[in-house]
Structures are given as structure tokens and as C-alpha cells.
């Protein structure tokens, strides 16, 4: 596990800003909860999360839709399990 730095923590927060406020919160909620233990995986899982266009996303963090492809992995799955247990 790294430590992340007040940099590292920014661009995070700032690349969790969605156009969907469903999506805002969730992520918000999440970072403010986990954000001092998460590791480089965890990070990764989340960059890759952020990639998403805000409609697919929204479906992955309700559970409408599970992670395929380069998604399917067991980080992905473990942060999305974290958003959806907040």
C-alpha cells in the first residue's frame, strides 16, 4: 500500500466530479470514506472507473450492470463492492 499524497487525493476528488450527481455522490461518499487506506490497486480500479461515460457507470454503481471485459477484474470488483455497501 502508498500513501497518498494531497496531490494524488486532488485529482482523485476532482476526477470523481461527474455530470450525474447519482454519480457525484457515490463516489464522493466513497472517497471521504476510504480515501486514507486505499492502495495503488485501488486506485487503478477507480482511474479505470472514471473512464466511463456517467450513463454506464451510474449502472455499475447500482448494480444493474456488472463489470466485463477490461473491467472484469478483482480490484474493479472490490471498489465497486465498496461504493455499494455505502
Same mark, same amino acid.
Given at each position: 500500500m502508498s500513501? #497518498?499524497?494531497d496531490m494524488d487525493r486532488t485529482r482523485l476528488r476532482w476526477r470523481a466530479r461527474r455530470g450525474l450527481l447519482e454519480n457525484d455522490l457515490m463516489l464522493t461518499k466513497y472517497l471521504d470514506t476510504y480515501e486514507t487506506t486505499l492502495t495503488d %490497486?485501488? %486506485?487503478s480500479a477507480l482511474t479505470q472507473l472514471f473512464e466511463l461515460g456517467d450513463n454506464? #457507470? #451510474?449502472d455499475l454503481l447500482l448494480a444493474r450492470l456488472e463489470p466485463s471485459g477490461a473491467l472484469d477484474r478483482p480490484a474493479v470488483h472490490a471498489v465497486l463492492a465498496g461504493i455499494r455497501a455505502l
Open positions: 500513501q #497518498l499524497t %490497486v485501488d %486506485v454506464e #457507470l #451510474l
